[in-house]
């Protein structure tokens, strides 16, 4: 599977937009970009996951530039509840394993 | 969406002994399943790849005589820990394969923090 590449932490002002980036120059044609987040002690919980689309559900948007080598993770408006460790991962979609890299530890405040 | 549940949350052990934790798949039936671990201030590592009605994987490292895995069926898979060590404190965290809404992701349990004395 391919690594990505995060930055391992980044602030955020409560109410504004939340914009994390990942880089996954080798990742091949058919994997995915999976984004999961981790509370404090608790399990990581799904977010979004897209293959060269750009995808927005009810938590948040991914945009996947057009090469495919790095996505945006936006979390519209960001609130306290937020905080957390965010990981992206790249992954194939057919019995591929989910390999957590350090992930981006972010803080919204307010 | 799919709920994965773990039981129990938190187990207390003396060393040597053996403890046993329980991964569900609450409302989606899951053939294979995942157990990871993740110390302090650390990521989540994956330890073994559980499929339903057979043996499971491990990656490379992880002892399979000590961390014995058991998934016998579509909606549970079980991690024991044998003779367990105060290094073997740590949070394990499992996670279910779900084919639902089209997609193949992983849902992931609320995790079971294990402490060995």
């Known amino acids: 599977d391919a690594k990505t590449t995060q930055p391992p932490s980044m602030d955020c002002a409560e109410g504004r937009a939340a914009n994390l980036p990942c880089n996954h120059s080798?990742?091949?044609?058919?994997?995915?970009v999976y984004w999961y987040r981790q509370i404090h002690s608790q399990g990581p919980q799904y977010i979004i996951h897209?293959?060269?689309n750009n995808e927005t559900n009810e938590m948040a948007s991914l945009i996947i530039t057009e090469d495919r080598k790095s996505s945006t993770l936006i979390l519209p408006h960001a609130t306290l509840r937020d905080t957390a460790v965010y990981y992206c991962?790249?992954?194939?979609?057919?019995?591929?394993?989910?390999?957590f890299g350090q992930g981006t530890e972010l803080s919204v405040k307010p | 969406g799919a709920v994965v549940s773990q039981h129990p949350s938190w187990v207390i052990c003396k060393s040597g002994t053996s403890v046993k934790i329980e991964c569900r798949s609450l409302?989606?039936?899951?053939?294979?399943m995942f157990w990871y671990r993740q110390f302090p201030k650390q990521s989540l590592m994956l330890m073994a790849t559980?499929?339903?009605?057979?043996?499971?994987?491990?990656e490379q490292g992880v002892e399979k005589d000590k961390f014995l895995i058991n998934h016998a069926s579509l909606t549970l898979s079980t991690l024991t820990v044998t003779s367990a060590h105060p290094e073997d404190s740590s949070f394990y965290i499992c996670?279910?394969?779900?084919?639902?809404?089209?997609?193949?992701?992983?849902?992931f349990g609320p995790g079971t923090r294990l402490t060995v004395l």
């Open positions: 409302d989606f039936q899951a053939t294979t």
């Open positions: 559980s499929n339903e009605g057979s043996k499971a994987t491990y």
């Open positions: 996670s279910a394969l779900s084919g639902r809404f089209g997609t193949d992701t992983q849902y």
């Open positions: 897209g293959l060269k």
């Open positions: 080798t990742i091949s044609g058919n994997e995915y």
């Open positions: 991962i790249v992954r194939y979609n057919q019995g591929g394993k989910l390999i």
